[in-house]
C-alpha cells in the first residue's frame, strides 16, 4: 500500500516563505509524476505544480516565479518552496503523485494548511 505523507504547512505573513514536502512511502516501483494542487473551500482543486521522472515542470501562472517544485528521487519526496507568499495562496495543499506498484495509480496526501496573513 501506498502513502503520501505531508508536512510543512502553517501561517505565515505575506511576502514570507513556506517548504512543503511529501515523501512517499509502500511498495513502490517508479514514480512517475508528483505535484501539488491548492483547494479553497467551495472551489475545486487546482493545480500549483508538478514534475516528471524527467525533471520536467510545469507551474499555474500565479505561482510562477515564486514557487518551486523539486524532488529528490531517492527519498520518494517532492517539495514545493514558495517564497512571496500572498494571502490569496491560502488554501490546503494536497500532494498528488502517480506510481507504479504491482499496477499504476494516482495517490494524494492527506493535505496541509496554509494560510497566508495581510
Known amino acids: 500500500q501506498v502513502q503520501l505523507v505531508e508536512s510543512g504547512g502553517g501561517l505565515v505573513q505575506a511576502g514570507g516563505s513556506l517548504r512543503l514536502s511529501c515523501a512517499a512511502s509502500g511498495s513502490i516501483a517508479s514514480i512517475n509524476v508528483m505535484g501539488w494542487y491548492y483547494q479553497i473551500p467551495g472551489k475545486q482543486r487546482e493545480l500549483v505544480a508538478r514534475?516528471?521522472?524527467?525533471?520536467?515542470?510545469n507551474y499555474a501562472d500565479s505561482v510562477k516565479g515564486r514557487f518551486t517544485i523539486f524532488r529528490e528521487n531517492a527519498k520518494n519526496t517532492v517539495y514545493l518552496q514558495m517564497n512571496s507568499l500572498k494571502p490569496e495562496d491560502t488554501a490546503v495543499y494536497y500532494c498528488?503523485?502517480?506510481?507504479?506498484?504491482?499496477?499504476?495509480?494516482?495517490?494524494w496526501g492527506q493535505g496541509t494548511q496554509v494560510t497566508v496573513s495581510s
Open positions: 514534475t516528471t521522472s524527467g525533471g520536467s515542470t
Open positions: 498528488y503523485a502517480n506510481i507504479k506498484t504491482s499496477y499504476t495509480g494516482n495517490y
